[in-house]
């Protein structure tokens, strides 16, 4: 299986200010064929479901605000939101969509300093 | 506007059958463009992808679960549901219904995509 690893567990940041959250696979979900990272990320707000941000490493979800980006490729990847807002207090997800079994990171909880 | 809710027991005794509904609206379930997956979340193993089926009822499935599951679809209903034989405590989560896009198609096969949307959950407590 390709295991996930998210860094850090959790994170506090300022309104306003830049956090960031990284994601890195046990092995490569690049396809070089198609020159795509098979790499999503969502949001879980507390007692909701997951909320799909961002798929192929950096594409935006449609409605999903541009103060989030993703980038990365190969094995690491990055979740930036560039200026939090209070509404992002969440816990956020990497997961891979390259080889079966789909496997997920286990989190980081962004909170507000 | 597409939705997905789970229904079922919300208790079940060790040893025996969990059982889930998910129930599809606002869209038909037997579109090309989309698999319809499970994923459960606990707070020990985070979330877990545990299975996949298409309208054609082909099923692809988490080889950690694979001997005691089963998912099916009912497309008359618009529904596609979960069995898991033999539960332990281990079963115990928050079971969520998703759709799964189909990406990178060439002919009639493609790979499997992005989870969006979810359902809302469905708790399961697996106990005596």
């Known amino acids: 299986d390709i295991v996930m690893t998210q860094s850090p567990d959790s994170l506090a940041v300022s309104l306003g200010e830049r956090a960031t959250i990284n994601c890195k696979s046990s092995q490569s979900v690049l396809s070089t064929s198609k020159n795509k990272n098979y790499v999503t990320w969502y949001q879980q707000k507390a007692g909701q479901p997951p909320k799909l941000l961002i798929y192929?490493?950096?594409t935006r979800e449609s409605g999903v605000p541009d103060r989030f980006s993703g980038s990365g490729s190969g094995t690491d990847f990055t979740l930036t939101i560039s200026s939090l807002q209070a509404d992002d207090v969440a816990v956020y997800y990497c997961q891979q969509y390259y080889r079966t079994p789909w496997t997920f990171g286990q989190g980081t909880k962004v909170e507000i300093k | 506007q597409l939705q997905l809710q789970e229904s079922g027991p919300g208790l079940v005794k060790p040893s025996e059958t969990l059982s889930l509904t998910c129930t599809v609206s606002?869209?038909?379930?037997?579109?090309?463009?989309?698999?319809w997956a499970w994923i459960r979340q606990t707070p020990g193993k985070g979330l877990e992808w545990i299975g996949t089926t298409y309208y054609s009822g082909s099923t692809y499935y988490s080889p950690s679960l694979k001997s005691r599951l089963t998912i099916s679809v009912d497309t008359s209903r618009n529904q596609f549901s979960l069995k898991l034989t033999s539960v332990t405590a281990a079963d115990t989560a928050v079971y969520y219904c998703?759709?799964?896009?189909?990406?990178?198609?060439?002919?009639?096969?493609?790979?499997?995509?992005?989870?969006?949307?979810w359902g809302q959950g469905a708790l399961v407590t697996v106990s005596s």
């Open positions: 606002g869209a038909s379930i037997s579109s090309n463009y989309y698999y």
């Open positions: 192929w490493a950096s």
């Open positions: 998703a759709r799964l896009s189909r990406v990178d198609c060439s002919g009639t096969s493609c790979y499997t995509g992005w989870f969006g949307p």
